[in-house]
């Protein structure tokens, strides 16, 4: 007969089992496969997120709305994920990582499918909405993920490339329903990446190595309120929300007004001209995972700096009058923004400690945010200065972020926390 105590046991040894397992390494067949499959979750995730924002026109055109009322179509999206990643890393830690994560993203998918085929605009947002309540459960949790599973040598560039993959899949999810509506309506373009979404939820399902060290916590509320409210008693995370705030408040801004400078005198570009912006963000796909790499050698402390000052470098460079010098500026403030996100996330993760769930949707939360204040302020400073007004918004965000990045190199490491060896100084941390 069984002995009563097997379950207990059991149950006592998970925790045991997740402390000695092996941590995913660079190099490896593991992270290979982490990597191919947050790739393909980070691509899809923000696909399925932009893909409406070059068909708020057609919008326009086929449901009789203004362009205020087709914005809602993404910003609707984007709201109701800010606050639900609040509580998908609690979900997660209920349920597991990977399962939440998958049915977020095949469930996303869905939706979008959906999308293609609602006869009217009021059920469009509907399913728009509930897209932002799916989407949640990946993005919080994929950082929340790394952070337990990748080692502390290998998690920075773990992060570079699942951002890598978000940003190829924001821009890929723009071009596709942006050319194919052309040809064969919007409908055919939200249905393709619909398929895509499908296709990357599959890949990730089956690539992504099994949580080891996760170990399931009862979900209780009290807990969880808890654990946000210990977060802010940390002497570096509260900066690191305000940093996600800064980074792409600042990004978004820059990219909302551009377009009306260059569509204006003395530059005069056609909007198809303009759309080609779009295609600097590949850039981000190699910042996030260099600098997100380097970061993870010399230390977050010594590198999140440069990011910033790379920014504000670029926001002074679109302020100059010839093209390329602009072009040139934007290339700098998207290859910062992509490196500094990449190692404000990771070091979210890295500091939250058995929070890191929470942490990380705060930080996201606080991310999101940034896009739709920052982003709608901007408007206010184009509207009464023009660009030059736009400029000096934007270089106060990223002054601010630099000023915070240069506390932050002072921060006390935290003495229960791992440190990577560094050619440069012994104990550079995380």
């Keep these: 007969m069984e002995s009563p105590t097997t379950p207990v046991s059991v149950a006592a040894s998970a925790p045991h089992d997740a402390a000695h397992a092996p941590f995913i390494h660079h190099g490896t067949p593991a992270f290979r496969q982490t990597n191919l499959a947050l790739f393909a979750a980070g691509f899809a995730t923000f696909g399925l997120l932009y893909c409406v924002q070059p068909l708020m026109p057609e919008f326009s055109r086929d449901y009789g709305v203004s362009a205020a009322g087709s914005a809602l179509s993404l910003s609707l999206t984007t709201g109701v994920l800010a606050v639900a990643m609040l509580f998908a890393g609690a979900l997660s830690d209920a349920w597991g990582r990977k399962s939440v994560m998958v049915a977020s993203l095949l469930s996303s998918a869905l939706l979008v499918l959906v999308t293609a085929v609602m006869p009217n605009w009021t059920a469009l947002l509907v399913v728009r909405t509930l897209l932002g309540l ?57 249905m393709v990446v619909g398929i895509i979404g499908v296709l990357a939820g599959a890949i990730f399902w089956r690539a992504l190595p099994p949580s080891r060290h996760f170990v399931a916590q009862p979900l209780r509320w009290r807990l969880v309120v808890g654990r946000f409210a210990g977060m802010f008693h940390d002497r570096g ?140 302020s901007g408007g206010l400073f184009y509207a009464s200065h023009g660009w030059n007004g736009v400029a000096l918004f934007v270089g106060v965000l990223v002054l601010a972020g630099l000023l915070i990045a240069l506390r932050l190199v002072r921060l006390a490491p935290l003495v229960n926390v791992a440190t990577p060896p560094t050619p440069m100084s012994r104990g550079a941390m995380p």
């Design 134 to 190: 799916t989407l949640s459960g990946l993005p919080a949790v994929a950082m929340t993920y790394l952070g337990e599973e990748m080692h502390v040598e290998s998690i920075g560039l773990g992060m570079g490339l699942y951002i890598s993959g978000s940003a190829v899949g924001g821009m890929g999810g723009r071009l596709i329903t942006g050319v194919l509506a052309d040809f064969f309506g919007w409908r055919a373009g939200v």
């Design 237 to 376: 995370l509260p900066w690191l929300f305000v940093e996600g705030f800064l980074l792409l408040g600042a990004f978004v801004t820059v990219y909302n007004y551009l377009g009306y400078r260059l569509l204006a005198a003395p530059y005069n570009l056609s909007q198809a001209v303009v759309g080609l912006i779009f295609g600097i963000y590949l850039v981000g796909t190699f910042s996030s995972a260099w600098m997100g790499h380097l970061a993870g050698k010399l230390g977050r402390r010594k590198v999140l700096w440069t990011a910033f000052a790379l920014m504000l470098a670029g926001v002074a460079l679109t302020m100059c009058r010839p093209l390329p010098l602009i072009m040139l500026g934007i290339v700098a403030v998207t290859f910062g923004f992509f490196g500094g996100h990449s190692i404000v996330s990771s070091w979210v993760g890295r500091r939250a400690g058995a929070a890191k769930a929470q942490a990380s949707s705060v930080y996201l939360f606080c991310y999101y945010m940034g896009s739709s204040v920052a982003g709608a």
